[in-house]
């Protein structure tokens, strides 16, 4: 069974850091895109950040670039979000998603859509305070 677990989430002030860990099992974890996405309350879900199953390469939401850092182990089966310098804005439930190799094609076209993610966590809320 596919499951994704994501922790770190918590209350941090304005310009505060968190660090989300994404654990995963049941499936070849090193040959899955693994992608963080958030939802804010009244707002679609969004992607925030990506990393690449091969060669680690990384994207970015323009929002977050240059304060969140993506990163995978895995021999932990685990993919990290680093986010720095929080701002109220960021407040949101954060999702770790898994996209298997057969989503590809799709993923390289779109690596935000939704839909080329096969698996969910359950996600965790982030609020940052003003």
């Known amino acids: 069974e596919v499951q994704l677990v994501e922790s770190g989430g918590g209350l941090v002030q304005a310009g505060g850091s968190l660090r989300l860990s994404c654990a995963a099992s049941?499936?070849?974890?090193?040959?899955?895109?693994i992608g963080w996405f958030r939802q804010a309350p009244g707002k679609e879900r969004e992607g925030v950040s990506f990393?690449?199953?091969?060669?680690?390469?990384?994207l970015y939401d323009d929002s977050v670039k240059g304060r969140f850092t993506i990163s995978r182990d895995n021999a932990k089966r685990t993919v990290y979000l680093q986010m720095n310098s929080l701002k109220p804005g960021d407040t949101a439930v954060y999702f770790c998603?898994?996209?298997?190799?057969?989503?590809?094609?799709?993923?390289?076209?779109?690596?935000?859509?939704?839909?080329?993610?096969?698996?969910w966590g359950q996600g965790t809320q982030v609020t940052v305070s003003s």
């Open positions: 998603a898994a996209s298997s190799p057969r989503m590809a094609r799709q993923w390289a076209l779109s690596p935000a859509a939704r839909e080329v993610y096969d698996s």
């Open positions: 049941g499936f070849t974890f090193n040959d899955y895109v």
């Open positions: 990393i690449v199953a091969n060669d680690g390469s990384t």
